[in-house]
């Protein structure tokens, strides 16, 4: 062995496998626990280094690269110069806590993107200490034996031991867009990386085949390690909807700066105020109307959205799925793990002669087989011993006890195949494992069946294939009697006990064998399908529970509530999927259409006929990228899951691509725009629920941002162009913008979903967020907010207070409409005249509360007053304050309820 931070063996590629096993001291049977432990601490764990993030003093000096921030900095600048300290302390002290605020959410925003990273990182099957574990793929060190399956990302470069039809894509380093083909031998020194068909390398993708090798080198040591530009980075926290806020926000600070300097010479050149008190007016004008607080909002409010789903088990990978989310109106989902529970229990074994009823929970190895009611064993029915063994053989799971129950590592259904094979054979919860395993061909959904051949302890090879009863029963020629012998296939029999199986809502598999006389055609070592068709003598069938998920029936009966079609495409049977259809309440269980009558369908027919069904058998993945294709050109915007490395096309071509966490391959994970940590239906429908909620806040952001900027602009524009004083002062709503944006506007980012979320309609894909009727409610409520700020200025004027009383008592009126154009805003689908809206949220409350004691403080005490030109409110003028707070609240809200009737009667804008 090399260095430390150098561990691959040299040139592994070109030594036998036991020379290789040799030098990493290690053997097939895998590495001791112990033994990984110390490895692990000596090289580390097998990820590659992270990219370089900036540094804590670039990202917070970054906060002030903002148009916004440089007319600031420009404006203290300016009044530095003009001597006038305070306005400069004050504008200094916005930039600051901008900055601030901006930094710890940023930071704060990477954190749970690191979490979401932490949350995907691969998993991959091992064998140590004999036995086959699941871990994760940072775990693996030098020596380990490391198990490939389709659809894998290779974890670690690795010396294979094992290859059977294994085939990597090793694009990602080799440039090669045609899969290489492995094999066990060693290769020539000098071999290039793509010929070195003996290895695989990290990062590359199993696309078929099954494989078994040695890691040589892990993390920085494999070849991608090797390869700079290829560390994994954070993805920025933004969607197209945010980006194209953010570019609104910039044009509109350029209009209205311009609007600014037009403002700035009408005051100087018209109406000839001294240029100081202009200047500073204009300054009020500008940080007014910007909302310079909008994009750190709407960053707060996507990383909260993406932290929620992430609490729900969906893990989101590419950011634009969170606005996807919300306007999804069908469901494409897998049945098996998605819908049912995915623990795999064998309930029913039919012979040529009998239908037995298998007992037990679970995985557990422990249970009986019963005919008519009484416990039978394999001594009294020799075919069940069979069945027995071509349950364990043609298998690739294991059975581990655990405190919560037994669990399977590997597929669910092999693993209630070999708790079925323990049940029968009584041989403890790995039957027949001292069979040799001579040669093989894995399941792919191609052929949609697996075929074993193994050598028993005395020297006896058998050979046994299980997969779709259909495919089975197609390359069988005969069928198993109860006497151990071989009579002619009856096909129809077995038809009708597949078909009386699938009514029960049960998953059905075909077992079969080969007679003694049967040998390969070529090489004994190798397996060939052609060497199968025909010469196949059926076994029985099995027949599989996997019951619906409860929370999944309830899950789906939410999504029907939000006007969204569930749709459930699955491998099985069509009785089983009509079955759990039935039981999860689908809209219509009875109608279902099968891959072959997919297949028989032009994309015409296939249009007029995917709306209205709702349940897709025996399908495979080709055919989901049809039925996504057919569902979206009815304008539907599509959701849909899956897990297989062939699931990729259509995960990308969904709008919303949705890949198993657990089950799902890492090329189906890389397709998809969600990960789901759970593999559960009702993790969708939450995920949905958030998508939702976090559009509904960026909307509520923008429908309290947009008006309040309106109405301070507004104030002082007027003010200015009729040539008086201003109601408000420029420092009065630096301040204001201040103490709001940072506690107010932030806290609409924290809303949780509202009652009537999941009882909408989903929303149009490409409705534009600032539609008719946010623009009219800017205009509606800057009215309002200006009528409200000079009403109040007059009256104190008109009551003989002095200037700085009629402006307190008009910033602190500002406020107030703020204050309740928040709890307005918070329900924008429903009444806010409710108890749970008047509580509203712990965050909602503590930002009030600390705006009113701010308020109070600027209003009340002297140093305060002096720095903002502020002076003590009488207590009856302070409620009549508040009474126009309630004033404006009412108005809103009655036109608000005038709109929603409207709409209920079929008019309006959602």
């Not at 094999?183 to 990386?193: C, F, G, M, R």
């Not at 989310?325 to 998605?338: A, F, N, P, Q």
């Not at 399941?443 to 050598?455: G, P, S, T």
């Not at 008109?798 to 910033?811: C, E, F, I, L, N």
């Amino acid at each position: 062995m090399t260095s430390d931070r150098d561990h691959d063996i040299a040139e592994a590629h070109a030594r036998d496998a036991g020379t290789v096993l040799a030098a990493l001291d290690t053997t097939p049977a895998g590495l001791s626990a112990s033994e990984v432990a110390a490895r692990l601490a000596r090289y580390g764990e097998n990820r590659l280094p992270a990219a370089p993030r900036r540094g804590p003093l670039v990202r917070f000096l970054s906060q002030f690269h903002n148009l916004l921030i440089y007319v600031l900095i420009a404006a203290a600048a300016i009044t530095a110069l003009m001597e006038h300290y305070i306005d400069t302390g004050v504008i200094l002290a916005v930039v600051i806590v901008n900055a601030i605020i901006g930094f710890i959410q940023e930071g704060r925003a990477e954190q749970a993107m690191d979490a979401i990273r932490d949350m995907l990182a691969p998993h991959s099957s091992v064998v140590r200490d004999g036995r086959r574990q699941g871990i994760m793929a940072s775990q693996i060190v030098p020596g380990d034996i490391v198990l490939l399956e389709p659809g894998e990302r290779v974890p670690a470069d690795m010396r294979l031991l094992e290859a059977a039809g294994l085939r990597i894509d090793e694009a990602l380093l080799t440039g090669e867009s045609v899969p290489s083909e492995k094999e066990t031998q060693a290769t020539a020194a000098d071999a290039p990386l793509g010929d070195r068909h003996g290895m695989a390398y990290s990062g590359t993708l199993v696309t078929a085949g099954t494989g078994r090798g040695v890691a040589v080198a892990t993390g920085p040591a494999t070849q991608i390690g090797r390869i700079s530009g290829l560390l994994s980075s954070v993805e920025t926290l933004t969607t197209p909807l945010v980006h194209q806020l953010d570019g609104f926000a910039r044009w509109l600070t350029l209009l209205i700066l311009l609007v600014a300097g037009l403002v700035l010479a009408w005051g100087y050149y018209v109406i000839h105020m001294p240029f100081d008190e202009l200047f500073m007016a204009v300054v009020g004008l500008a940080v007014a109307a910007i909302p310079e607080g909008l994009p750190a909002v709407l960053t707060i409010t996507l990383a909260v959205g993406v932290q929620a789903m992430a609490r729900r088990n969906a893990i989101v990978r590419r950011l634009p799925a969170i606005e996807t989310l919300g306007s999804v109106s069908v469901i494409c989902s897998d049945k098996t793990g998605t819908l049912t529970r995915n623990e795999m229990l064998a309930a029913t074994v039919a012979t040529s002669r009998h239908l037995f009823a298998v007992t037990g929970e679970g995985y557990s190895p422990e249970g009986t087989i019963r005919l008519d009611d009484r416990d039978v064993t394999a001594g009294e029915h020799g075919v069940l011993a069979e069945i027995a063994r071509a349950a364990a053989l043609c298998n690739d799971a294991a059975l581990h006890p655990h405190e919560e129950g037994w669990r399977t590592e590997g597929d669910p259904m092999e693993g209630a195949l070999m708790a079925l094979a323990a049940k029968i054979s009584g041989d403890g919860h790995e039957p027949y494992g001292d069979h040799a395993r001579l040669s093989e061909i894995p399941f792919d959904a191609a052929h949609r069946y697996m075929a074993v051949r193994h050598r028993s302890p005395d020297g006896h090879t058998d050979l046994h294939v299980k997969g779709a009863p259909e495919q089975v029963l197609a390359m069988c020629a005969g069928q198993r009697t109860p006497e151990g012998g071989i009579e002619p296939l009856d096909k129809d029999f077995w038809t009708r006990e597949m078909d009386a199986i699938a009514g029960r809502g049960q998953r059905v598999l075909a077992l079969a064998t080969v007679d003694d006389a049967w040998q390969p055609s070529g090489d004994p070592a190798v397996l060939r399908k052609e060497d199968l068709a025909g010469r196949l003598i059926i076994l029985g069938l099995v027949g599989l529970i996997d019951p619906p998920r409860p929370e999944a029936v309830v899950a789906v009966a939410e999504c029907h509530g939000a006007g969204i079609r569930v749709k459930m495409i699955t491998g099985d049977h069509a009785g089983t999927a009509a079955a759990i259809g039935r039981q999860i309440g689908l809209t219509n269980p009875d109608k279902v259409l099968t891959g072959n009558d997919l297949d028989a369908m032009d994309d015409a027919e296939l249009s007029a006929q995917v709306v209205e069904t709702d349940i897709f058998a025996r399908t495979s993945p080709e055919h989901k990228l049809r039925l996504v294709t057919a569902l979206q050109a009815h304008g539907l915007t599509v959701a849909m899951t899956g897990d297989g490395v062939n699931d990729a096309p259509a995960l990308k071509r969904a709008d919303a691509g949705i890949a198993m966490g657990r089950k799902g391959s890492e090329a189906a994970k890389e397709a998809a725009d969600l990960v789901l940590a759970d593999d559960n239906f009702a993790s969708i429908a939450a995920a949905v629920r958030e998508g939702r909620t976090v559009y509904d806040n960026i909307k509520k952001v923008l429908s309290w941002t947009l008006p309040t900027s309106g109405g301070e602009s507004m104030t002082v524009a007027l003010a200015l162009l009729l040539g008086m004083a201003l109601p408000i002062t420029a420092v009065q709503i630096l301040w204001v913008n201040l103490i709001t944006a940072v506690t107010l506007g932030i806290s609409l980012a924290f809303e949780p979903t509202e009652d009537g979320t999941m009882r909408r309609e989903p929303r149009p894909r490409h409705q534009p967020i600032l539609g008719g009727a946010l623009l009219w409610h800017i205009v509606m409520v800057s009215a309002l907010i200006l009528a409200g700020v000079f009403g109040i200025y007059f009256y104190a004027i008109d009551r003989g207070y002095s200037q700085d009383v009629a402006r307190t008592m008009a910033v602190n009126t500002l406020v107030v409409l703020e204050i309740f154009h928040l709890f307005f805003i918070r329900n924008i689908y429903g009444t806010s005249l409710t108890w749970k809206a008047v509580q509203g949220t712990p965050i909602v409350w503590a930002c009030v509360i600390i705006v009113t004691l701010a308020q109070f403080a600027i209003t009340y005490v002297p140093t305060l007053q002096i720095v903002f030109g502020t002076a003590a409110v009488p207590f009856f003028d302070g409620v009549l304050i508040v009474m126009v707070g309630v004033a404006f609240f009412a108005l809103i809200e009655i036109e608000k309820q005038l709109r929603l009737v409207f709409r209920r009667n079929g008019g309006g804008e959602h």
